[in-house]
């Protein structure tokens, strides 16, 4: 959720739906001081790579609903939002501690959903939340991600 709401606060701030890069780098890095102008590219590339963020004619923009997020007074981003996290791997965890499994066992059950049900023709993220909406476990907060990851 942090990296939602760093991605969001330029927006929110200036209220603007579209900002050239030069003009978030100078939001993150000058203008907040949250950060370094490098790790403000790295942060603008990975919200782009995670769907947060798309870019069209020169001008980034959020691919969210900004307006439902609520920054909090003196919000400051965390390291947190530079780690890389496997929305993949995060539920097929999700999914064997709901069932009490070992994660190889709801790989193989994620393997076995592509193959047997769809002639390997879907994705690994997509039979995870078929298996996850079957095991009854949340991804929606993964959702984003995952369709990102199911892109690559």
Known sequence: MTLRLTVAAPFKHT????????EL????????KWMSTEQ???LLKRAEEEGLLGIENGLYSPRFDIAALTLPVGFKPTSGIFERHDPVQDLIARIARARSLEETDVVAEMNRIIKDNFDMHLLPPAALVLLAKNSGVQFDD????????AKK
């Open 25 to 32: 780098v100078y939001y993150y890095a000058l203008d907040r």
């Open 40 to 42: 403000a590219n790295l």
């Open 142 to 149: 993964l959702l984003d991600a995952l369709k990102g990851a």
């Open 15 to 22: 209220r603007k739906t579209g900002m050239r890069k030069n």
